[in-house]
């Protein structure tokens, strides 16, 4: 940047003062014309204030741009501030969604522990209701069973004592008859052998089911 006016006056003061005349006999004091150097100091002292004026102006660009980069530089740190704030709450995010996807994993874990468990249960109760059923139906089987052996023996019984109540009328039948056929060859030999000829009979299992009482 160039010299300013003001630096320029002061200048062309020095070199007005070197070219004045010195005083005799001193080797430090110069006569100088004080018109001229009036007309220097009042023109000095008309630029003073534009000069004033000009840096006053360069000093408010400077805190402007000194401002401005403030700003800036302030806007950028709020900016980063923000981004890393943003990029925490992501992190933050993150870590809630990896939580919030562990306790979803682990419920879901054990609700299926649950159903397994009461899957379990219920099919080893359905087992037992099963088992009791079946011991039920068989129970009612082996009382209709035992019911029906008892009344087959029962009528078993009755078929053999009609059996034999028949079987002692025909012998007692055919003894009187034997006695009235012989009577002069009435011997207990004779009555030994009709007993061994009753196996000679056979029945009919239903020949006498009339005689048993249902």
């Known amino acids: 940047m160039g010299a300013s006016k003001i630096e320029q006056l002061i200048e062309d003061i020095y070199e007005f003062v070197e070219s004045c005349r010195m005083q005799p006999l001193s080797s430090t004091k110069v006569i100088v014309p004080k018109d001229e150097l009036y007309d220097l100091l009042d023109e000095l002292r008309l630029r003073t204030p534009d000069e004033i ?30 981004k890393a704030k943003e990029l925490l709450n992501e992190h933050e995010i993150m870590q809630q969604a990896y939580y919030e996807a562990n306790e979803m994993i682990m419920q879901a874990s054990q609700e299926a522990e649950r159903l397994r468990r009461e899957a379990k249960e219920e ?35 009755g078929f053999i004592n ?53």
């Open 53 to 82: 004026k000009r840096y006053q102006k360069i000093i408010a660009n400077r805190d402007a741009i000194i401002a401005d980069a403030e700003k800036k530089a302030e806007k950028i740190l709020a900016d980063t501030r923000e």
């Open 123 to 157: 099919a080893e109760q359905i087992r037992t209701g099963v088992l009791m059923y079946s011991n039920e139906v068989l129970s009612k089987v082996e009382r209709v069973l035992a019911e029906a052996y008892e009344a087959a023996v029962s009528r078993y019984e």
């Open 162 to 214: 009609a059996l034999e109540n028949n079987l002692n009328i025909i012998k007692q039948n055919r003894q009187e008859l034997m006695e009235q056929l012989y009577p002069e060859n009435n011997t207990p030999q004779d009555v030994e052998v009709s007993n061994d000829q009753n196996d000679d009979y056979n029945f009919d299992e239903n020949t006498f089911l009339n005689d048993i009482e249902p």
